[in-house]
């Protein structure tokens, strides 16, 4: 046998990070979440629940489609995976179908009202710095306009074209700052 | 590890998830903002539909106000307002067909006049001379008019009250909804669909008129295709094709503002025609095609065997001073009231409903036919102490009266019905209390007509829709609404319908945009939402002590500051407009620090006009709130159209007014008012300044105009 002294052994692995142990994020529990909000703050989502219910004898339950749409009509902005996981991540067919009530809303929307990390500001500004390559508080629109479309929760070209209207100057370029206190002034 | 290549990489690695990061993040916020524009989208709508609704109801109001001066006006004033009793009663016309015909040939035009001379029969030259005059703001003369008018009479006079139409080979029939006087989409229409037109058949489904500032120039061309094209060219009455409705939503006010000399003439020409336009299309026995709708009691054969054009106006005097609202919040997309039909926990109100009633049969409100002798039918009618109160004789009269009227009554159902209609999704078939006329239907009710007749679609319209129409009854009904921007620039397209021989309709959808064009979504929602809620905001103004009184009343502790559960509460039972109150809070009134609400800051946005010293707050706001009506009345009372009515007349309305509403002013104060607001002295009063000041503006609309 040829003397293995160049092959590297085949199953060492190159010292590489030893991987993550794959975290078990629990399924979302209703039941376990404690609801913290005050009387009020219930009627003032009441209100806001009954605005988009759409069901014909007004039965107060909304799609679960539209669970994501109030939450954040009510001020929060969770992403797309997290309205997902409390609604027990549902399947696309049940998005339209299936309906929630609003007692059965109030602790999703609790859970995502716990939730930190909402995003600051400067996380906002930091994280668009990435694209500033002249470093001069400018990106290119064109290069923001592919990144929302094509990384994270890809946006749709329409919903691109809605946010970015009247964003860029004459060079398309887009300042920044001015961009994200557009987007978090709603 | 350790070469150069693996840094780098982690570095990419690093920016891409911070671009990642960054991607997700402006995601999320992006998702949040359009959310909540849509959220300030729905109760936009809300607030335009139960300000429009609610105003509507308010007309009934006003019609019992008119019988109620009709009763007691002739006996303090011989001469009686001869342009009431003329409105209210049948017109018996004293000359003949060719006696008029000559009347207005002899009316002389003016060598000055640019505008477009008609003769008849009319050609397709005089119509696009029609299109380049309106488009170039050229009115029409009113001989012109007159002579239109009286030979469309002659026309309708000659059709039937259901027409039947069939469509024609390898042709669509175009169906069109509601106009209200907005020229801009019917000329929109015209150019997207073409001229009517043998090959472009019209079927127009009422509501030409009213609201919007061109209402003549749309009669004047559907008059005048109809005449050109009597076979090619459908039209349907709708109910503000009503010389009632007419007076308070703009028609009336339009027309003797364009045509000062035969105004009036005019306006009773038009009301004879508008009373001859037919009622329903019927499309290859197939197609029902109504202005609002219909209701468990309609029957098509019957339709066509009654006297239409004997029924001037849907809006008859009842005696009611305010029909119970529906309470229901609006939805953009879905039948507007919650509670429509529903019986259980309204019930109570629909009783009250009925038992004002008195003995009226319970699918319709409101259906007298317009004989004088009706008016006296109200025998609960407020009477000023001044004047004499029915004996036991006109009372047993009055009884007798009644049960004439209510035979009458079932049989003008249909036609209210018919106009007034708005389709429910639960089944069954309810008074429209939320319009005070007309029926809700349910879908069992369409299928049941429809099956009974043989037909597979009712067409109808009556209803504003964002889309500019909506299917319901599970695509048995099509609302088709051809007015855009109905409530503010942006809030709604308009719509038409294409029918072709298999009589599956096509819909085309347009909106009229001067200025949108160049708005992005979140102007347009802005434009929209201010122009609602300065609306709300004026409703709260015109009630304000109302509606401090009740605050007040919760403000135990005179701290100027109530929870807002309280406020909401408050501010739903004195407006009744069933809004979201609590969305809309930040944009009607201040949180005090401790989060409860400041009230007082509701009213801080408003204020008068132009201030009047002698005018206490509480008549100010009385005349707030019925300065629409004052103004019709003011306008009926100035015989001559000079803008000014005299001292007496002022004071003697005004005595009526109040007496029939039972609000109490005080004599003296109301004399006081009138002498104030003759400024010159001379024993007649401007109305219209008077009106002026009673207009409810808003605090930086004001600043705006000193400043520009």
């Known amino acids: ?186 | 590890m350790g070469c150069g290549t693996s840094v780098t990489t982690d570095n990419k690695g690093r920016r891409l998830t911070t671009a990642m990061k960054a991607a997700i993040l402006i995601q999320r916020w992006y998702r949040r903002y359009i959310a909540r524009l849509e959220m300030r989208q729905r109760y936009t709508w809300n607030i335009f539909q139960s300000i429009e609704y609610a105003g509507e109801q308010d007309q009934l109001q006003l019609s019992s106000f008119f019988s109620f001066m009709l009763d007691n006006f002739t006996q303090l004033n011989e001469n009686g307002p001869d342009l009431i009793s003329h409105l209210l009663d049948p017109v018996v016309d004293p000359w003949s067909d060719r006696e008029r015909q000559t009347k207005y040939e002899q009316i002389t035009v003016p060598e000055s006049y640019s505008g477009p001379h008609l003769t008849f029969p009319l050609t397709v030259s005089h119509t696009n001379a029609l299109l380049s005059a309106f488009k170039e703001q050229q009115p029409l003369h009113g001989r012109y008019m007159l002579q239109l008018l009286h030979q469309t009479k002659k026309l309708l006079k000659q059709m039937p009250n259901v027409i039947h139409l069939s469509t024609p080979y390898a042709k669509e029939i175009t169906i069109c909804g509601d106009l209200h006087g907005r020229l801009d989409d019917l000329l929109l229409i015209f150019y997207k669909n073409g001229l009517p037109s043998a090959e472009t058949p019209y079927v127009f489904n009422g509501d030409f008129v009213d609201r919007g500032k061109k209402s003549v120039e749309i009669i004047i061309l559907l008059f005048a295709y109809l005449l050109l094209y009597p076979d090619h060219m459908t039209l349907n009455r709708g109910n503000h094709e009503d010389h009632i409705m007419n007076l308070r939503y703009g028609f009336t006010k339009e027309v003797m503002q364009k045509y000062k000399t035969h105004g009036r003439d005019i306006l009773l020409l038009v009301q004879d025609v508008f009373s001859l336009l037919p009622i329903a299309t019927v499309i290859d026995n197939k197609v029902l095609i109504v202005h609002g709708g219909i209701s468990d009691m309609t029957d098509l054969d019957f339709l066509s065997s009654i006297e239409r054009h004997k029924v001037k106006t849907d809006c008859k005097p009842t005696g009611t001073v305010e029909s119970p609202r529906c309470r229901c919040r609006g939805q953009p997309e879905s039948p507007r009231c919650r509670s429509k039909g529903q019986d259980h926990g309204k019930t109570p109100k629909k009783r009250r409903h009925l038992t004002r009633q008195g003995s009226c049969s319970s699918s319709s409100s409101s259906s007298l036919c317009s004989p004088r002798g009706s008016s006296r039918l109200t025998p609960r009618c407020c009477l000023s102490p001044s004047m004499p109160s029915p004996t036991d004789a006109l009372q047993v009269f009055f009884l007798m009266m009644m049960i004439i009227i209510m035979m009458i009554i079932t049989t003008n159902n249909n036609n209210i019905d018919l106009l007034w209609s708005d389709p429910k999704s639960q089944p069954g078939c309810s008074p429209n209390t939320f319009r005070g006329g007309g029926s809700y239907f349910g879908p069992d009710v369409t299928s049941r007509l429809l099956e009974r007749h043989g037909m597979s679609l009712l067409i109808r319209s009556h209803e504003c829709k964002q889309e500019g129409y909506e299917l319901c009854h599970d695509g048995q009904v099509i609302t088709i609404f051809s007015a855009s921007n109905y409530y503010e620039e942006g809030s709604n397209r308009g719509a038409y319908i294409k029918l072709g021989r298999e009589l599956v309709p096509r819909f085309f959808q347009y909106q009229v945009s001067r200025n949108t064009r160049k708005l992005t979504l979140t102007q347009r929602v802005n434009v929209a939402e201010g122009s609602a809620v300065r609306a709300v905001q004026e409703k709260l103004f015109a009630h304000r002590s109302e509606l401090m009184a009740a605050f007040q009343h919760y403000d135990t502790s005179n701290s100027g500051c109530i929870s807002v559960s309280e406020w909401a509460l408050v501010v739903e039972s004195v407006l009744r407009l069933d809004l979201p109150w609590r969305t809309l809070r930040p944009r009607l009134a201040r949180l005090a620090p401790d989060g409860s609400i400041d009230y007082q800051s509701c009213f801080e946005d408003m204020g008068p006009g132009q201030p009047i010293p002698q005018v206490t707050p509480n008549l100010a706001e009385t005349l707030y709130r019925y300065r629409t009506d004052l103004e019709i009345i003011f306008n009926i009372m100035d015989k001559d159209h000079s803008g000014q009515i005299s001292i007496e007349e002022f004071r003697q309305t005004w005595r009526l007014f109040s007496a029939h509403l039972g609000v109490e002013v005080d004599d003296r104060a109301i004399d006081e008012l009138a002498k104030s607001i003759d400024f010159n002295k001379d024993g007649s009063i401007d109305f219209n300044e008077f009106l002026e000041a009673f207009r409810v503006v808003h605090k930086l609309d004001v600043k705006d105009q000193q400043q520009g």
Not at chain 1, 1 to 16: D, V
Not at chain 1, 54 to 63: F, G, S
Not at chain 1, 68 to 77: C, E, T, W
Not at chain 1, 156 to 167: A, C, G, H, R
């Open chain 1, 1 to 186: 046998m040829a003397p293995k002294k160049k092959e590297e052994p085949k199953e060492a692995p190159k010292p590489k990070a030893p991987e993550p142990e794959p975290v078990k994020i629990p399924e979302f529990n209703p039941t376990e979440v404690v609801l913290e909000f005050t009387p009020e703050q219930i009627e003032d989502f009441k209100d806001a629940f009954q605005l988009f219910d759409r069901t014909p004898l007004n039965e107060m339950k909304i799609t679960y489609g539209q669970c994501g749409d109030v939450i954040r009509a009510l001020g929060q902005n969770p992403t797309n995976a997290e309205i997902m996981y409390v609604l027990g991540k549902p399947k696309a067919e049940e998005m339209a179908t299936k309906m929630l009530d609003f007692d059965s809303f109030l602790p999703i929307h609790q859970h995502i009202c716990k939730a930190k990390d909402r995003g600051t500001y400067e996380d906002f500004v930091e994280g668009l710095r990435v694209f500033d390559k002249l470093g001069d508080g400018t990106v290119m629109g064109a290069e923001l306009r592919h990144v929302l479309a094509s990384l994270g929760e890809k946006m749709k070209e329409d919903e691109v074209e809605q946010l970015m209207t009247n964003q860029e100057d004459s060079n398309g370029c887009v300042n920044y700052e001015a961009f994200v206190k557009h987007v978090m002034a709603s």
